[in-house]
């Protein structure tokens, strides 16, 4: 089983469309929580970390809770330059981090 | 901002030569680096980690004497693919962090490796 397992994509979804994605972990040790953003063939980007009380960056809220060990990230009124890929992150003590394996979206007109 | 810069972009070689990657923080002093691979449409994989002047970690599965890794400085480290075969084919991609452990990590730009 992966440590990090997210949603399997893709998503194909229309402009102004809100989508979530799900994520869970399974070490309990893990410390920090992140979403990243990946587009084609490029380095990943950190989109936000994700905190118990949650946050939101403009269309962007995420959520951790750790008693179920799940992350969420959703996105509210899709743009056509949200589609990417979509990695859900853990850090571990020490630094590492431990990528989920991506959720494609893509955005339609 | 910090940057990681690596070297190069995109390297095609023949089977059974050497390939180096060299990954550089350009403005802070990385006391660890990590090293990513990815292949299409998966997740990207730690490969190892090191710490400057110190032997690297390596993940379960990955081969030390294949994926040479050294970091020698506090802004270069270099992972050595050595004797490649096309299997080795797939996107490097290198991280580094300073002081403290907790940190901002920085990603390079990753490198597009082809064996033919």
Redesign the interface.
């Known amino acids: 089983r992966k440590e990090v397992e997210q949603d399997p994509g893709p998503f194909n979804v229309p402009e102004g469309a809100t989508v979530a994605f799900n994520c869970t972990y399974s070490n309990s040790a893990s410390?920090?929580f992140f979403w990243y953003r990946q587009d084609c063939?490029?380095?990943?980007?950190?989109l936000m970390s994700v905190y118990s009380s949650g946050n939101e960056d403009g269309r962007f809220t995420a959520q951790l809770n750790r008693a179920s060990q799940y992350i969420s990230l959703l996105i509210r009124d899709s743009k056509l330059s949200d589609s990417a890929t979509y990695?859900c992150v853990v850090?571990h003590?020490?630094?590492?981090?431990?990528?989920?394996?991506?959720t494609e979206l893509s955005v339609k007109p | 901002g910090a940057v990681v810069s690596q070297h190069p972009s995109r390297v095609i070689c023949k089977s059974g030569t050497s390939v180096k990657i060299e990954c550089r923080s350009l403005d802070f002093q990385a006391t660890?680096m990590?090293w990513?691979r990815q292949f299409p449409k998966?997740?990207?994989?730690?490969m190892a980690?090191s710490n400057e002047g110190s032997k690297a970690t390596y993940e379960q599965g990955v081969e030390k004497d294949k994926f040479l890794i050294n970091h020698a400085s506090l802004t270069l480290s270099t992972l050595t693919v050595t004797s490649a075969h096309p299997e080795d084919s797939s996107?490097y991609?290198c991280?580094a962090?300073g002081t403290p452990?907790?940190?901002?990590?920085h990603?390079?730009?990753?490198t597009?490796l082809t064996v033919t």
């Open positions: 410390q920090s063939r490029k380095e990943p980007k950190l990695l850090r003590q020490g630094g590492k981090l431990i990528f989920g394996q991506g | 660890t990590f990513y998966q997740s990207l994989m730690l980690t996107f991609i991280s962090r452990v907790h940190s901002p990590l990603f390079g730009n990753g597009r």
